[in-house]
C-alpha cells in the first residue's frame, strides 16, 4: 500500500496490529477517525490510555475489574463454595448473561499450550491451586473451551488437585467441539453448567 502521508501510513500501521484488522479496514478506519470532530479520535486514545493505565485485575478471580475485589466476588449472596474456571473475562461476561451461575469465578488468563510456549506458570494456575487448597472451595467447574488447549489445562489442574476433597465437574457439551464459550448462546450455556457432570465421566468419554 503507497501512502501520500507519512502521519497516515503510522496511523494505519498502528491499527493494523489489532486482530482481524487488515491494512484495508485500517485504512477505513483511519480516514473514517479524520472525518469525525477531533474530540472522538480524543475520547479514543483517552480511553485506551486509562484501560492501560488503571486497570486492575480482581486481587481474587483475576477478572479486570475497576477495584481490587470484583463485584462477582465481593458480593456475600453469591455461593463461595463453588468455583467456575474460566479462560478469561469473555467467559465470564457470558456466564453471567445466562443468570444461571450463582458461584464464583477464576480467570485464568489463558489456556496451557506448549507450541505458544504458554506454560502452568503463565497462568493463575498456582492462584487456584492454593485457594483451593486453603479450604472453603467445595466443587470447581471446568469451563474452559472444547480445545486440545482446554482439555490440557482442565486435566493438569484436575491432576493437580488428585487427592483433594474437591468435588471437579465440566460443563456439559452441547458447546460443539471448538466453541468458544462466548459465542454459545445464552440457554444452551446456562444449560450446560446446570447439566454439569462430573469431570471423571468427560474424561472417560474422550
Ligand atoms: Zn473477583
Redesign the pocket.
Known amino acids: 500500500m503507497e501512502f501520500s502521508s507519512k502521519l497516515l501510513q503510522n496511523a494505519v500501521n498502528e491499527m493494523s496490529q489489532l486482530p482481524g484488522i487488515g491494512k484495508r479496514t485500517a485504512l477505513r478506519l483511519v480516514l473514517h477517525l479524520l472525518r469525525q470532530p477531533p474530540t472522538q479520535t480524543e475520547y479514543l486514545v483517552n480511553a485506551l490510555r486509562e484501560l492501560r493505565t488503571e486497570i486492575k485485575f480482581?486481587k481474587?478471580?483475576h477478572?479486570i475489574?475497576d477495584i481490587e475485589?470484583?463485584e462477582?466476588?465481593s458480593n456475600p449472596n453469591r455461593k463461595n463454595t463453588v468455583i467456575c474456571v474460566v479462560e478469561d473475562i469473555r467467559d465470564v461476561m457470558a456466564i453471567e448473561a445466562t443468570s444461571q451461575y450463582r458461584g464464583l469465578?477464576h480467570v485464568l488468563g489463558g489456556k496451557i499450550s506448549p507450541l505458544d510456549g504458554i506454560g502452568p506458570q503463565d497462568l493463575t494456575i498456582q492462584s487456584l491451586l492454593d485457594k483451593v487448597k486453603s479450604g472453603d472451595v467445595q466443587e470447581l467447574i471446568f469451563a474452559l473451551s472444547a480445545t486440545m488447549e482446554g482439555d490440557t489445562t482442565n486435566f493438569y489442574i484436575y491432576k493437580q488437585l488428585e487427592g483433594t476433597a474437591v468435588k471437579i465437574s465440566t460443563i456439559a457439551r452441547g458447546i460443539g467441539v471448538n466453541d468458544e464459550l462466548e459465542y454459545a448462546d445464552e440457554v444452551t450455556l446456562g444449560r450446560s453448567i446446570i447439566n454439569r457432570v462430573p469431570f471423571e465421566n468427560a474424561l472417560k468419554n474422550s
Open positions: 480482581c481474587k478471580c477478572s475489574s475485589i470484583c462477582i466476588c469465578y
